[in-house]
């Protein structure tokens, strides 16, 4: 079992930056992949970023050039530093830790807004 948690959320106007973290605890040695995933109201959620445990990246056309992900296995921790956002980009975003061996995320955390003014 792996338990994930998110902060760094919040309110920023366009053009602002913010910068999320997930914070991994259980089972870690088992996980490969961790992603951020993202869901606006009225919309599926979407794949936002992917990062392997030897760190490919893996980023969707819609954050290209402004969002960057990172992995600290030292702390079980992954970031999400977001650039140059837009109004667009506001959703509930969410990280996801995959084992190895697996095809899917099994493992998600709680969410955390992020909410963009125009």
């Known amino acids: 079992q792996v338990q994930l948690v998110e902060s760094g959320g919040g309110l920023v106007q366009a053009g602002g930056s913010l910068r999320l973290s997930c914070a991994a605890s259980?089972?870690?040695?088992?996980?490969?992949?961790m992603g951020w995933y993202r869901q606006a109201p009225g919309k599926e959620r979407e794949l936002v970023v992917s990062i392997s445990s030897g760190t490919s990246t893996n980023y969707a056309d819609s954050v290209k050039g402004r969002f960057t992900i990172s992995r600290d296995n030292r702390k079980n921790t992954v970031y999400l530093q977001m650039n140059m956002l837009k109004p667009e980009d506001t959703a509930s975003y969410y990280c996801?830790?995959?084992?190895?061996?697996?095809?899917?995320?099994?493992?998600w955390g709680q969410g955390t807004q992020v909410t963009v003014s125009s």
């Open positions: 259980g089972d870690t040695i088992c996980i490969s992949d």
């Open positions: 996801a830790a995959r084992f190895r061996g697996t095809d899917n995320y099994q493992y």
